[in-house]
């Protein structure tokens, strides 16, 4: 600490420190620091912006040779007043101002909440406007002091959680968790006009009664077209190829308050005989379409006998829904806009 104080000593440095409510303190010489580093009972943190000087008075910053130091001292209660050099945390700047924090290294929870709480001083400095953590469930240790110092859940996956803190005094714009579910109904029609249909073991299905068309929810990265071929596959064994959406639904409060898309897609079958799923899957057999449409259930609720109504007008083909086509994003990914069929052509 000699060494350190003496070259503080020298006339030409002056120290820019900042407290931890992010307000400037001054321009401060070594004797003025040390006053304040020395005082009992005290818990701060001071970030240093370094001006090498002529004189003792600060220049404009368009004058002076100004470099930043990743340097924070916090002052704990520890025997002897000792001041502690506390690490800064690394993070990634996003697009929009914030930082990201992906920890990967087991830090002690109060080592973590002493970094994290020097580094959001800095970055409050810096108009960062908010900071992202995103600690794997072996670091669930570093929840708690993320609470503590103002952090929320954002969203979970099953091997991280995600926390932001909004840190600006502007109007908070962060993005909300995912709002919608997707998922598919598949419509599966042979050439003798018989549609692929299934009992429920389980779920709200369960000991109804009702023949239904095989349903699924999309995986994460998973096109829809190939969700519904995968699903139809795993309940009935058909193999099937994607032709078009020919409607869809949204609904609210269906998934762990979520809202739900359900994509109702038709397929052609490339195979008939049917290898039901065992643990999901009652029954699953080959129906004429007709008959499938006039059950009291279908019948009884517009949002299955719309449908119905759909794939019976489909059966004439006097409806036309909806094919992908291959695009190519900005940044080069290939996706699936989807355009009405009959007036393809035309573009």
């Not at 001083?121 to 992202?132: E, T, Y």
Request: hydrophobic letters at 40%.
């Amino acid at each position: 600490m000699d060494h350190f104080q003496s070259v503080w000593k020298h006339d030409r440095f002056r120290f820019k420190t900042f407290g931890l409510n992010g307000l400037c303190l001054g321009w401060n010489s070594l004797e003025e620091i040390f006053k304040i580093i020395k005082e009992p009972n005290t818990c701060f943190l001071l970030f240093l912006q370094v001006n090498i000087l002529a004189t003792h008075q600060p220049l404009s910053y368009n004058m002076s040779t100004t470099s930043i130091i990743a340097l924070a001292i916090e002052k704990q209660m520890v025997p002897g007043n000792e001041v502690q050099q506390v690490e800064l945390l690394t993070g990634v700047e996003d697009l929009y101002g914030g930082i990201i924090l992906d920890m990967q290294k087991p830090m002690h929870s109060e080592a973590f909440l002493s970094s994290l709480r020097a580094s959001i001083s800095l970055w409050k400095q810096q108009g960062k406007r908010a900071v992202w953590i995103k600690l794997p469930i072996e670091l669930v240790n570093l929840v708690e002091p993320s609470v503590k110092e103002g952090f929320v859940y954002h969203h979970a996956e099953p091997g991280y959680l995600m926390l932001v803190n909004w840190i600006s005094n502007s109007t908070n714009t962060l993005p909300a968790n995912a709002s919608h579910r997707v998922g598919i109904s598949a419509f599966v029609m042979n050439d003798k006009k018989e549609v692929l249909v299934v009992k429920e073991k389980n779920g709200k299905f369960k000991g109804k009664n009702v023949w239904k068309f095989p349903t699924g929810v999309v995986d994460e990265g998973e096109d829809f077209s190939m969700a519904a071929m995968r699903e139809v596959k795993e309940e009935t064994g058909i193999d099937t190829e994607f032709v078009e959406v020919l409607a869809f639904r949204q609904s609210h409060k269906s998934f762990f308050t979520k809202s739900d898309l359900l994509f109702f897609c038709m397929l052609r079958p490339l195979s008939f005989d049917i290898q039901k799923q065992d643990s999901e899957i009652e029954a699953a057999q080959w129906m004429p379409l007709n008959e499938y449409a006039a059950q009291p259930f279908i019948q009884k609720h517009d949002s299955f006998s719309s449908v119905a109504k759909v794939c019976l007008i489909k059966s004439e083909e006097d409806y036309s829904g909806f094919s992908p086509i291959p695009t190519t994003t900005a940044s080069g990914k290939i996706d699936y806009s989807y355009f009405n069929s009959r007036d393809l052509n035309k573009l």
